[in-house]
């Protein structure tokens, strides 16, 4: 099942803002890594989110997301954010899915995750930058993670 960018977020918040700091880049940055490495471990075949992120200066984002986030600049976010369509509920196995994305990624805050993101991201070098913001396509975002999971070692 596809969400929407701002339910994703909403539950890292409402799961672990009050054990860490959450900036809206911070917020933004987990909910791309989670979006990435969901097409690639399901192989293309489901979409965690049911919006296409976008390029900009400051690496992919949602465009929903960030129309959400924009009003609390750097500050951090302490509490769930508004969502115009409401919070869908997230599956189990989709909930085990994005503590993963946090187990491995949360510690970092929204600048390192955006100089990570930025460093590794061919999406927004391939995007199509005749438009100020271009659409990522899942095809490129797919091979960037899939690219990732095959260079984990086998246990």
Do not use: H
Request: hydrophobic share 35%; charged share 30%; proline share 6%.
């Amino acid at each position: 099942m596809s969400y929407n960018p701002t339910t994703i977020a909403n539950y890292f918040i409402g799961k672990y803002a009050k054990k860490d700091s959450f900036t809206p880049m911070k917020v933004i940055k987990l909910t791309y890594i989670a979006y990435g490495w969901y097409l690639a471990l399901t192989d293309k075949k489901e979409r965690l989110i049911d919006e296409s992120p976008v390029s900009w200066d400051f690496g992919p984002f949602f465009p929903s997301l960030f129309l959400s986030l924009k009003k609390y600049g750097k500050m951090n976010i302490t509490a769930k954010i508004p969502n115009s369509v409401g919070n869908q509920e997230i599956s189990p196995e989709d909930k085990k899915f994005l503590d993963r994305i946090w187990q491995i990624y949360g510690r970092f805050d929204g600048i390192y995750l955006s100089a990570m993101v930025n460093k590794e991201n061919a999406a927004r070098r391939k995007a199509d930058c005749k438009d100020r913001s271009p659409k990522i396509s899942d095809d490129v975002i797919y091979e960037q993670y899939k690219k990732k999971m095959l260079a984990i070692p086998a246990s």
